[in-house]
């Protein structure tokens, strides 16, 4: 069965750092964009970056403020989601989603209905 397994995430205190861990199961992650996303209480989920295959590019939501940065590691088809200077308000329910596409759209790379599979989740607790 094709599933994303994510881990990571935690408690830090404001300004403190974070790195989220996203592999495929069942399937090559290699071949697939990868999308970040987090969901607040009371909040839509909202797209922080997608990462496409190989050479292709890579999208970085305004709102991460150059403070996240996707990568990813074919060899262990493991993608990572590196937060540094957190805040408080990055509190929230993180994702990692695999694409339909191999390559990220600017235009479409924060739509849900674009992506197949989905990661478990993983809390990111930020205090001040």
């Known amino acids: 069965q094709a599933q994303l397994v994510q881990s990571g995430g935690g408690s830090v205190h404001s300004g403190g750092s974070l790195r989220l861990s996203c592999a495929a199961s069942?399937?090559?992650?290699?071949?697939?964009?990868i999308g970040w996303f987090r969901q607040a209480p009371g909040k839509e989920r909202e797209v922080l970056a997608c990462?496409?295959?190989?050479?292709?590019?890579?999208y970085y939501a305004d709102s991460n403020m150059g403070r996240f940065t996707v990568s990813r590691d074919n060899a262990k088809h493991t993608t990572y989601l590196q937060m540094d200077s957190l805040l408080p308000e990055d509190t929230a329910v993180y994702y990692c989603?695999?694409?339909?596409?191999?390559?990220?759209?600017?235009?479409?790379?924060?739509?849900?209905?674009?992506?197949?599979?989905w990661g478990q989740g993983s809390q990111v607790t930020v205090s001040s």
């Open positions: 069942g399937f090559s992650l290699n071949y697939w964009s």
């Open positions: 990462i496409s295959h190989g050479d292709g590019p890579t």
């Open positions: 989603a695999a694409g339909t596409s191999a390559y990220c759209s600017i235009t479409y790379y924060g739509t849900l209905e674009k992506y197949a599979y």
